[in-house]
């Protein structure tokens, strides 16, 4: 039986069924591979390995670097059996909602969010800058602007200018909590709907 090759130099595919379906065609002579099918499970895995050992994933979302995946999600028929018993149709692997600043993948730690959740927990520090989040300096009004992006109209809220950068902030906070109050309503799962609250409650 041949050998496989590590996934992401790291993983190990002992999966017994075809986990990706390639089609081929020959256009002009050219041979092309077009991926057809991937297993749900094998892609939601294969996607952790690349964010945690992928230099070239790293280099676009330098926020992955320094994480990594326990070592019994390194096989993934572990991980597969993990993500089976959970509701993980049309939602996304979470690593740190649960555990603040958590950077290791485990099933201790791990949850399957919806997209609205898992970009309302995103603070996009990269994008903006030194300042608090939730602040931006205006220049017109010469003072600091308050915004919260609201997850349910997809909207981004204005919510006052500010001559402290700390106010700004709080004010920010402020409607995060309410947000996290309506998001977490509507959770399936405790955990999630919790670590909502407790997140924007400190």
Known sequence: MKTRKLV???????????????????????????????????RAWKSMLMR???????????TYK???????????SVFKN???K?????????????????KVYSPEKCVFVTQMVNSFTTDSGSARGKLLIGVIWHKGANKFMSQCCNPF???????GYF????????????RKLELAHELAAIQTDFRVAEALIRRYSK
Request: aromatic share 14%.
């Open 8 to 42: 992401c130099g790291v993983g190990i595919n002992d999966a017994d069924y075809v986990v990706q379906k390639n089609e081929t065609t020959i256009v002009n002579g050219k041979r092309n591979r077009k991926v057809i099918w991937v297993c749900p499970f094998y």
């Open 52 to 62: 945690c050992y992928s230099t070239k994933y790293q280099d676009k979302q330098p």
């Open 66 to 76: 320094g994480c990594s995946v326990s070592e019994e999600w390194l096989t993934f």
């Open 82 to 84: 993990w993500m089976e």
């Open 86 to 102: 959970q509701d993980w149709q049309d939602r996304q692997l979470d690593k740190d909602l649960l555990f603040e600043g958590n």
């Open 153 to 159: 109209t997809k909207k981004r809220e204005f919510l």
């Open 163 to 174: 001559t402290c950068e700390a106010e700004a902030h709080q004010a920010w906070r402020k």
